[in-house]
């Protein structure tokens, strides 16, 4: 995932950002560059691959400076080579700029500015961002009104740094929703600033957080912040604890609270370098997608385990629905012991956080056994499933320590999407307007999972009213079916409530007997095609005295008028809405159990990669 590192001070920034760069290498990149001001100028080295090839450029062509600022890059706009690594400078060579997340309006605004006459250098979103700001120092702007002017102009969720030859004794950052954290570390007579704590720490352990819509103007004795709209702010300055375990886990409670409010960064950088937004079209070379004939594809065999499973449940939806492939979804434990139909026509298609989880890896052996094509869908780089496969879709979601997994839920869901646009557009069933209808609908993801993040304390405080209930009962229909399986699975996973969770259809054949006042229910009911259908079920089991809690769209009154409690979550299309409802529920479940007191991040009996059977 995308890295930031930033110096400003009396010392040479250099030496500085490259070894907070390499400080966050564990969060994968693809490029990485540098940027430094001397003598009134910008300086700049940058390259595709490694530190260590840009530790090369510096070493045989010197830079030297301060303030710098540094950037690691996962490809979202734009091939991973140097023209495309950053740092980005504008067109006259005034300011430049690094960034994390993605422009949602960029082919507009792109459009706008070379209407203007300005020349693109770059494949990037970002460039757009880097030439606003200087069109508006044109406009005798100082420095900080012209960031603040672009960002009023930019869609999406962001993190930027930005130094300017006009103002070359500050450096100034914003945050826009959760797409990039910031962190400024406060030295004498320098200061720090870094998308996260170790990058930084070996310097300083007092940090102060940049939240969203604020804006820093840090100078080498000074730190000022702002709301966007330029109203001033008192900042709370963090003692960090030294121990690198804690650093990481950063001002967060739990491992697993922080990968929560990961997720816009995970599933932005699980988008890096997939949409081609110039050409309309869904990018993933890894997946090797040219052996497959879809004359003779009969189908795809999703196998997973536990948390993956749903995932790929949800996925089922998807690719039937927009690529019209059968798909069935086994878990992965049982497929190899029941002798599956599978030949050299069909798919076996593995979901795994770890790529290590035995079970997964015997089914896709048993896969390639019967001449099935191997793909995975895996998070560790490297991994035994990443390494079997014939293709893979990396999810780029990052180390995830937390036992229960967020995370790397969400990003499959992504991925699992812009696999059924590929398999819709290999196979000639999408229009160009209508694979860019799914292109815009995805690209606004990220954002839409920061409203549901903004949401913790409502959640919590839902929370704190069934933290001493023994038994739950999830229910969802259609795609959000999985989302009130995962649901239970995390409350149960961590807080060690007895959670079910249920097709809403079948709440008669059975469940409805469990229902009273001590059982409460947990809806999934979004506004979809499936609404009514859940609005019937929730009402039968209102009407039996169960307290009743809904994943609701916002502004649906009938929800509202009908739950005890509602988890809100913005609108969106069908196919968004199970990657936004799981959102709040990762945070009923973390918040149940950390007020219960309970290891949230390891719990009892459970580990993070099952390697045996």
């Known amino acids: 995932m995308c890295g930031i590192v930033g110096y400003i001070g009396d010392k040479d920034a250099t030496p500085i950002i490259l070894e907070g760069l390499k400080k966050l290498e564990y969060r994968g990149y693809d490029s990485a560059g540098i940027a430094v001001l001397k003598d009134g100028k910008i300086d700049i080295r940058r390259d595709s691959g490694k530190i260590s090839h ?39 060579g005034q300011v430049v700029i690094v960034h994390n997340g993605i422009v949602e309006n960029y082919l507009e605004l792109r459009d706008e500015l070379i209407s203007e006459g300005i020349q693109f250098n770059s494949d990037t979103d970002t460039e757009t ?20 002017s672009t960002l009023k102009r930019i869609k999406g969720a962001h993190g930027i740094v930005v130094l300017s030859t006009k103002e070359p004794e500050k450096i100034i950052s914003a945050r826009i929703g959760n797409a990039g954290g910031v962190v400024i570390g406060l030295g004498e007579g320098e ?16 940090m102060v957080f940049l939240d969203s819509h604020q804006m820093a103007v840090l100078q080498k004795d000074k730190l000022v912040l702002k709301t966007l709209d330029g109203k001033p702010l008192d900042h709370k300055v963090e003692t960090i604890n030294l121990d690198p375990v804690s650093a990481v886990k950063g001002n967060y409670r739990h491992f697993m609270q922080k990968e929560i409010h990961e997720q816009v960064r995970s599933l932005t950088e699980t988008l890096a370098g997939r949409i081609d937004f110039n050409h309309h079209s869904i990018v993933i070379p890894t997946l090797n997608i040219d052996k497959i004939d879809f004359e003779k594809l009969k189908g795809i065999k999703i196998i997973a385990c536990g948390t993956a ?49 035995a079970d997964t890896l015997a089914a896709m052996e048993e896969g390639r056994k019967k001449g099935a094509h191997i793909w995975s869908i895996v998070n560790a780089i490297g991994s035994q499933a990443m390494r079997l496969a014939e293709g893979f879709i990396s999810m780029q979601a990052g180390p995830e320590i937390g036992v229960a997994s967020t995370k790397a839920f969400t990003a499959p869901l992504v991925d699992l999407y812009l696999l059924a646009v590929l398999l819709a557009d290999k196979k000639g069933l999408l229009s160009d307007g209508e694979i860019w209808e ?48 995962e649901g239970a699975l995390k409350l149960k996973e961590i807080s060690y409530i007895h959670a079910e969770a249920y097709p809403a259809g079948e709440m008669k054949h059975g469940p409805i007997a469990l229902i009273d006042k001590a059982m409460p229910v ?76 309970l290891d949230v991040d390891q719990p009892r009996n459970l580990a993070k990669s099952v390697t045996v059977e």
């Open 129 to 148: 961002i880097v030439h606003m700001i200087e069109i508006y120092l044109e406009q005798e702007m100082d420095l900080e009104e012209a960031v603040r």
């Open 438 to 485: 799914h292109i815009v609908e995805i690209s606004k993801i990220p954002d839409l999972v920061g409203t549901c993040l903004d949401r913790e304390d409502q959640v919590r405080a839902i929370a704190g009213k069934y933290k001493d209930t023994e038994h739950m009962l999830y229910l969802g229909r259609g795609i959000n079916m999985p989302i009130a399986y």
């Open 54 to 92: 840009l530790e090369a450029l510096v070493e045989a062509n010197p830079l030297k400076g301060s303030p710098g600022i540094g950037h690691t890059r996962w490809a979202t706009h734009g091939e991973p080579n140097e023209r495309n690594s950053h740092p980005h400078v504008g067109y006259k």
């Open 191 to 206: 200061n720090y600033i870094a998308s996260d704590i170790p990058a930084i720490l070996e310097h300083t352990n007092r």
């Open 522 to 597: 947990l809806a999934v009911m979004p506004k979809d095609k499936w609404y009514e259908k859940m609005l019937s079920q929730v009402e039968q089991a209102k009407a039996r005295g169960g307290k009743v809690i809904i994943v609701a769209t916002d502004g649906d009154e009938q929800a509202a008028n009908l739950a005890d409690d509602v988890l809100w979550i913005p609108s969106a299309g069908w196919m968004v809405n199970p990657i936004l409802a799981v959102i709040p529920l990762q945070i009923l479940a973390y918040h149940i159990a950390a007020m219960r007191g």
């Open 309 to 357: 499973g749903h995932a790929g449940q949800v996925g089922k939806f998807m690719i039937e629905n927009i690529a019209k492939i059968p798909v069935e979804v086994d878990i992965a434990s049982e497929f190899r012991y029941r002798d599956p139909l599978v030949d050299e026509n069909q798919i076996v298609l593995a979901i795994s956080q770890s790529g290590e989880t």
